[in-house]
């Protein structure tokens, strides 16, 4: 039987990749054969440059790109500029940001701001991913959502909760569009994975980062190092090619319960 993870000969866009889990979703479909073309913001070249020269060093082949998420002629030049030589096979949206603020205390800004990177930047990324896609009449999606797809927990970040809950349904709603074009649009729905740029500052406030523990069925936090890993080759490769429109929790089981 053929190796359905095998990514030999394909092109991969990750968004984000500045980011701690864009830098492993980079590495991981690197690993498997995929020519990485790695994105993130102009505010994140060193981030970037880090995940360019890691990839560089494994032998993966990466190009680095800039893309603002929020910036509709940035997406579609990298999409572009991602698949002018070989089409493009997969797309990951890694990209992504938080506010932790009670409601009284997030401004308006801060909430556009969220809203815009987390899911209007994947609305625009699925948007811009789906012309070659269908034009080559195959290509599969990778959304990034959290297990606050469908409940929130116990910090007060608002606007993040809303525009997970956008990215599930938004993921739905493009496999439904694109799905007898040949495009598969799916979505990994992550529990807490710690330590990332995004979850470090839990350090300060351990009663928080035990109750996510605990919140688990398997007691422990996800590893950006590891747990991330067999999911998205799934979503990513032709071993999921009878899959579209899911939101897979990647959770520890808190979903569960
Ligand atoms: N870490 C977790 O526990 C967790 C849980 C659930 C979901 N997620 C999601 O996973 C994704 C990656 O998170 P992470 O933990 O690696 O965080 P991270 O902060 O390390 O990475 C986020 C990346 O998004 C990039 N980004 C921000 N604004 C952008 C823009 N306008 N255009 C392009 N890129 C932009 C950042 O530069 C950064 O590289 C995010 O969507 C996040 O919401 C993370």
Known sequence: ????????????????????????????????GATIYAADHATASADLNRTTSELAEVGVSVTPLLCDVTDEESVTAAVADASVEHGLDVVVNAAGVMVRKPVGETTLAEWRHVLDVNLTGTWLLNRAAAVPMSEQAHGCIVNISSVYAE????????????????????????????GRLGVRVNCLALGVFYPTNMTAPLKDDPGTLAWFEDRTLLKRLGDPARDLDGPLLLLASEASSYMTGQVIYVDGGWSAW
């Open 151 to 178: 409940r929130v927990g116990p910090v007060p970040e608002s606007a993040y909760y809303a525009s997970k809950a956008g990215v599930a349904n938004l993921t739905r709603s493009m496999a439904s569009e694109l």
């Open 1 to 32: 039987m053929s190796d359905l993870f095998d990514l030999t000969g394909s092109s991969a866009l990750v968004v984000g990749a500045g980011g701690d889990l864009g830098r492993r979703a980079a590495l991981v479909l690197g690993a498997r």
